[in-house]
């Protein structure tokens, strides 16, 4: 068996402890509550009812009614003082309690009333019983999108139904597409929709601030076995697309921490370089325009050329107002 | 008794044992009563299964305690005190179980989810019915992983111990260690932070943590420094938690830059404005749009080349006009180059003109 020993024991207390305020539970339930196997829990109920205090005679050991084990309820009749459930450590107050903040603080204002005053009453009990104070750690949600299309995806993931949504892409083409959705990701950057996109035939994650619009459907979602496992998908490599290396100053770090970059190579004075793989030229050459500051190379040399053309066209777009190309514009605007 | 005993069975054993012995049992008696250490086959063997056995149950905050008794010698007695591990009174309702489940899933990283998961145990012990799907359906809050400084630093926040790390500083390249005493771990837009007090540099300072090269390493005893005041760590903080304070006018070509039109509102051009600005945004749909830092919004417009222009603030378009003036001159070409891109295209290093940073964005978010 895979399972560890400790976590297996902190179970064992833990079901003393549930089945001694529940009296007579399915193992069903038990499994469920517990998020093991039913097997698992007749294994889990047989260890318990061999375990007591030294002697281990009938009067020392845990006892279950026999009759209802028999009818696949357990039911505990002696838990030999072992009902106390357990205090947490540090660590695992902390960070539950600064995962249940973020969600009240960034989610609960997006919520049913009643659905943020269950994340409000989680967070108050707990505070109160661990007496950890708030402080070590800081999580922030970026909790975006427009809230008619937040409404909208939350609607058709409750119900079960296919959506519509507007999508505009990161090359700025936007399109129509119907997807099955998955669920609604919150990060500490940003909000995704993850969905089944019937165009793509394929599992998407669309950026909630760039769905421009929603609208559920009447049609039921349809079940796409092995989608959505990937709770923690982000931006995934398009193999399809070419590499291009870019060295970076050291003040480009940015580049290589938020777009999914192949090889990291830091050079001896501090620069460095990256090679990414992108599907879409213009997702690269939009890049490029945002880091232009940070840029010391692009190889291949077209990716260059094809971001020089179009900063020169953007310039050439401000007319007068981009002023003479060898003296930048007044450095010190006004204080903002 | 089956001849050999599941590790967690022992462990029980030893758990309901200890709590339940009027004053204390020996290692002997231990070896000789208890469920599951009389498999042991040697007294080493023994010796380390119990030692481990202590270990495992300090991890999982259940301290065996050492009574050593006059009247017994110099020999040395275990118990555990219930009240030392037990949970103060706590009732949770299956809803907030199933809150508790989102917030441990909310973690990545494999050690924090360990822990998490950990404590979720323990708290179904108090928990009604199965965690309720209702909340969760759907929903699924995360954040970013920490990577492999993060429980070391969350151990030395807690304990207020100082950690000393190696760390590549991005605003120069510079890599060098740092001994912070660290205040506080935050995760914003962007990534993982420590916030903390510099010592050599005396002074208030964040490390991004994907940053840190190489393992954290505490330094001196727990408690070597002061918790931050409030003060202190919300003025650390300000650069992070100032959002959507200014707005900019933006001159959107038809049908592009949907995602900054969804974001914005319809908008005139200011009062005053040049005839050189009403000519460069003619025929363009204006958008007011809100935004926290300067180059954050010019980084984003700059990404839209021509179908985005600022046309106001002033101090946007210069950021966007200076991020577009390096831009043009990544082929090696002028900001005026019309015709085919004339030397090298690949490094052009040389001809980058310094970075016109926007002065009197002090406040702003920071790049990290």
Known sequence: MAERASERLLRLLGMIGYLDRNDGVSVEQLAEHFGVTPSQVMADVDTLWMSGTPGYYPHDLIDFDADSYDRGEIRLTESRGMTRPLRLGTREAVTLLAALRAMVADLGPTLDPEQAEVLRSTLAKLTAATGEAAGAVDVRLAVDGRPEVVAQIRRALATGRRLRIRYVNASDVTSDRDVDPLRMTTSDERSYLQAWCLRAGDERLFRLDRVLAAEVLDAPAEPHPGAGRGATAEFRFDLEGDVATLHLRSTGRWVAETVPVEDVRNLPDGSFEVDVRVGQRAFLRSLLLQAADDVLGVRPPEVARDVAVRARAALAAYGPLAGPADAPADPTPAAG | ?368
């Open chain 2, 1 to 368: 008794m089956p001849e050999q005993i599941h590790p967690a069975e022992r462990l029980l054993n030893l758990v309901i044992a200890l709590v339940h012995t009027p004053g204390r049992m020996t290692k002997e008696q231990i070896r000789r009563t208890v469920a599951g250490y009389g498999d042991a086959p040697s007294d080493e063997s023994f010796e380390r299964m119990f030692e481990r056995d202590k270990d495992t149950l300090r991890d999982l905050g259940i301290p065996v305690a050492t009574v050593t008794s006059a009247g017994h010698g110099d020999d040395i007695g275990y118990r555990i005190d219930q009240d030392a591990y037990a949970l103060p009174p706590l009732e949770l309702t299956s809803a907030e179980l199933g809150a508790l489940s989102l917030a441990a899933e909310f973690w990545q990283d494999r050690s924090v989810r360990a822990d998490t998961s950990r404590a979720l145990t323990k708290l179904r012990a108090v928990g009604a019915g199965a965690g309720s799907s209702d909340l969760a359906a759907g929903l699924a809050p995360r954040v970013r992983a920490g990577g492999d400084a993060f429980p070391p630093l969350l151990d030395a926040v807690q304990a207020r111990q100082r950690v000393r790390f190696t760390y590549r500083a991005a605003s120069t390249g510079e890599v060098r260690e740092r001994l912070v005493e660290p205040w506080r771990l935050v995760a914003r837009r962007g990534g993982w932070f420590l916030v903390g007090f510099d010592v050599d540099r005396d002074g208030t300072r964040s490390f991004r943590l994907s940053r840190i090269e190489g393992r954290v390493r505490v330094v001196g005893a727990a408690g070597a420094f002061d918790a931050p005041t409030p003060e202190q760590t919300e003025a650390a903080l300000l650069s992070w938690d100032v959002r959507d304070e200014r707005t900019a006018v933006l001159a959107l070509r038809a049908e592009r830059a949907e995602a900054l039109r969804a974001r914005g509102e319809p908008a005139d051009l200011p009062d005053g404005a040049s005839p050189a600005l009403r000519a460069a945004v003619a025929d363009r749909d204006l958008v007011r749009v809100s935004y926290r830092a300067t180059w954050e919004l010019a980084e984003e417009v700059a990404g839209y080349g021509d179908a985005v222009l600022v046309a106001d603030p002033p101090a946007l378009r210069d950021a966007v006009l200076g991020l577009l003036r390096v831009a043009a001159t990544l082929d090696g070409g002028g900001p005026d180059a019309g015709g085919p891109p004339a030397g090298p295209a690949a490094e052009t290093a040389d001809t980058t003109p310094a970075r016109t940073t926007p002065a009197g964005d002090t406040q702003e978010a920071p790049r990290g």
